[in-house]
Structures are given as structure tokens and as C-alpha cells.
């Protein structure tokens, strides 16, 4: 893992793209918490999380951010298919493993899709998958805007703009968080995605199908005032497809780790420790 000072891991992947990352620790070690970001968000709003994390002895904290968003300026807010997606995030792991004893791969909101298909294709590569309010059932308004928003620019719908950042995305960053300096964090974020491609929107992973064959540890961390994600309809769907998943529920919106990151550290941290021990 060829790190730089100031804590960015570029690696090419197997079509010749630069993916890059953020790392917090060392670049092997007991412990690696691998985290996949939501839709619009990116590896930057995982700092404080991290800092976090990895003020327990021996973890290493690795934020990836996915092809087109984030720090990856090419190909902006177009992905161009869940397989490569997937490839993309299975080859990362594939680097990693050698150099940790324990990995626990956490997925947030759109990054639990991901997550939990790589779970399931790939378990030799992680010895634990954690998601953070997956974002499995939107809430109603939240499909409302989405479908808006690609209705708005679909007389610009043709094969030349498949590819192209057209659509926005229509979420607040109240739909986040309810703090005040995160929701200006947020609406000044330059790094933030606010547009996608048509190709990107028709980007269908099969979570459901693999969140029944995952067969390693799986933690499930719901906010109770989530206005993006259906709190209880994640936990009954969980539970009907992973009985044995541990479901815990933190009283924040939807980005814990923007309101009670501490609290998210120590529940992705104790749920490490029981992987390690094999406890679960």
C-alpha cells in the first residue's frame, strides 16, 4: 500500500483508473475498517469517524471513494456498471488483505448496496460486514425526488448523454443531519457529487438476493430519525434475511458520523472485537 504524507492511496485498477482513497493509520496492522460511502457524500466526511476509530490501539481506517466521486475527478458522477463497481472495491480488498489480521467492511446508505453484494461474492476478503443505515427501503420522498430530478432532464435523454452528470440530485443536507455546522458543511462540501449520469441511474445491485448469502458477521446501525431511510422497514427485512444479525439504533439522523461519531466508533470498534475473537 503505496500511502502518501498526507494520508491518499491512489491505486489503478484493472481497467487502468485511478482509484483514490483516505487512510488513517498504518499501512498494516492487527485491524482495518474498510468504509463505503453514500451516494453524494464522498471519503472526506468520514474524518471525524475516523479519528475516532483509530484511537483504538492497532486499526487502520481506509475510506474509499468510489469511481467518480469524491477525489476521483474522472469520469465525474458516472459509474458506469454495479459489476465494475464491484471490481472496483473487491480489488482494494484484494490489496489490503494480506497486510491486516481482522477486516470489517462498513457500508453507509448507497455504499451498504455495494457492500453487501462484495460480502457475499467475495467473503475470504473480510471477516466482517457492518451497515450503517443501508439504505435498502428509501422513504417515499425520497424516491419522489429521485424520480423529479430524472424527469426534469429526460428530453435531454440520448445516447451521447448516457455518460454525461445531467441529473442532480435532489437531496438536502438537512436530509443528513439536523446539526447546523454539518449542514453547512455539507452546502459549502466543493467535493460533493451534485450531478449524475442517466447511465448511473439505471445502476441496479443485487443486494437483496446477496444480503441472504452473506455469511459472515453482520451489524446493522439504524438512526432512529432518519428522514432518507426506513428505520423499520430495514429492520424487518434484516431480520428475515439475517436472524442472527445484531441491529442497534442510535437516536441521530442520518449520518451518524456526523452527529454521534463517537458512539459510531465505539459500536463499528466493539463489533471488530468480536469478529477478532470470534465471538459471532
Known amino acids: 500500500m503505496d500511502i502518501d504524507e498526507s494520508g491518499i492511496w491512489v491505486l489503478r485498477m484493472s481497467d487502468g483508473y485511478s482509484l483514490h482513497s483516505r487512510v488513517w493509520g498504518p499501512a498494516s496492522g492487527e485491524h482495518l475498517v474498510v468504509f463505503l460511502h453514500g451516494g453524494v457524500s464522498h471519503s472526506g466526511w468520514q474524518a471525524v469517524l475516523a479519528d475516532h476509530v483509530v484511537q483504538h490501539e492497532n486499526t487502520t481506517f481506509l475510506a474509499i471513494d468510489r469511481r467518480g466521486s469524491g477525489m476521483n475527478r474522472e469520469d ?3 459509474l458506469s456498471s454495479a459489476e465494475r463497481c464491484i471490481a472496483d472495491f473487491e480489488q482494494v480488498l484484494e490489496q489490503c488483505r494480506p497486510h491486516y489480521r481482522n ?3 462498513v457500508g453507509w446508505c448507497f455504499g451498504a448496496l455495494p457492500a453487501t453484494v462484495l460480502a457475499a461474492k467475495r467473503p475470504e ?3 466482517g460486514l457492518l451497515l450503517e443505515t443501508p439504505g435498502f427501503v428509501p422513504r417515499e420522498e425520497m424516491q419522489a425526488k429521485f424520480a423529479l430530478a430524472v424527469f426534469r432532464v429526460s428530453h435531454l435523454f440520448s445516447p451521447e448523454n448516457f455518460t454525461k452528470p445531467i441529473i442532480r440530485a435532489e437531496v438536502r443536507p438537512e436530509d443528513f443531519t439536523s446539526v447546523p455546522r454539518w449542514i453547512e458543511f455539507i452546502d459549502a462540501d466543493p467535493d460533493k457529487l ?3 449520469s442517466p447511465r448511473s441511474a439505471t445502476i441496479d445491485f443485487p443486494w437483496q438476493d446477496a444480503l441472504g448469502k452473506v455469511d459472515r458477521p453482520l451489524k446493522v446501525v439504524l438512526a432512529s430519525h432518519d428522514r432518507m431511510v426506513h428505520t423499520e422497514e430495514v429492520r424487518k427485512l434484516v431480520s428475515a434475511l439475517q436472524p442472527a444479525a445484531e441491529i442497534e439504533e442510535l437516536p441521530t439522523a442520518h449520518a451518524i458520523q456526523f452527529e454521534m461519531a463517537g458512539e459510531l ?3 463499528i470498534q466493539g463489533f471488530l472485537e ?3 475473537a470470534g465471538r459471532m
Open 274 to 276: 468480536k469478529v477478532a
Open 76 to 78: 465525474r458522477g458516472d
Open 265 to 267: 466508533a465505539a459500536s
Open 194 to 196: 451534485v450531478y449524475t
Open 125 to 127: 476478503l473480510l471477516d
Open 103 to 105: 477486516i470489517v467492511l
